[in-house]
């Protein structure tokens, strides 16, 4: 079981910059990859960004390329998400999520663990 921590996220205005982290416990051989999520009230789960863990790539939304950064700190178990120039439309509850996926890193499906979320609010 692995077990998915965040935090880092809070109340900016556009054009600000967040640093979300995700702290996995029982990590190893329980999943190869790991990504950020975020959700709005009524909308579903979206990809932001996800990393393979022990190298081979990342990927982006559009939405966030050239603004969003993923990181991993294989030392610390931790996933980092640098994200510049926020803009309004960034704003919602941010998820770590963590799992053994082959492809298709940005679909919410492939996880099979979550985090509680962190809360980012961007405001105009």
């Known amino acids: 079981q692995v077990q998915l921590v965040e935090s880092g996220g809070g109340s900016v205005k556009a054009g600000g910059s967040l640093t979300l982290s995700c702290v996995a416990s029982?990590?190893?051989?329980?999943?190869?990859?790991m990504g950020w999520f975020r959700q709005v009230p009524g909308k579903e789960r979206e990809g932001v960004a996800a990393?393979?863990?022990?190298?081979?790539?990342?990927y982006y939304a559009d939405s966030v390329k050239g603004r969003f950064t993923i990181a991993h700190d294989n030392a610390k178990n931790t996933v980092y998400l640098q994200m510049n120039s926020l803009k309004p439309e960034d704003t919602g509850m941010y998820y770590c999520?963590?799992?053994?996926?082959?492809?298709?890193?940005?679909?919410?499906?492939?996880?099979?663990?979550w985090g509680q979320g962190t809360q980012v609010t961007v405001s105009s």
């Open positions: 999520a963590a799992g053994v996926i082959d492809y298709g890193l940005l679909d919410y499906s492939k996880y099979n663990y």
């Open positions: 990393i393979y863990t022990g190298g081979g790539g990342t």
């Open positions: 029982a990590y190893s051989y329980n999943s190869n990859a």
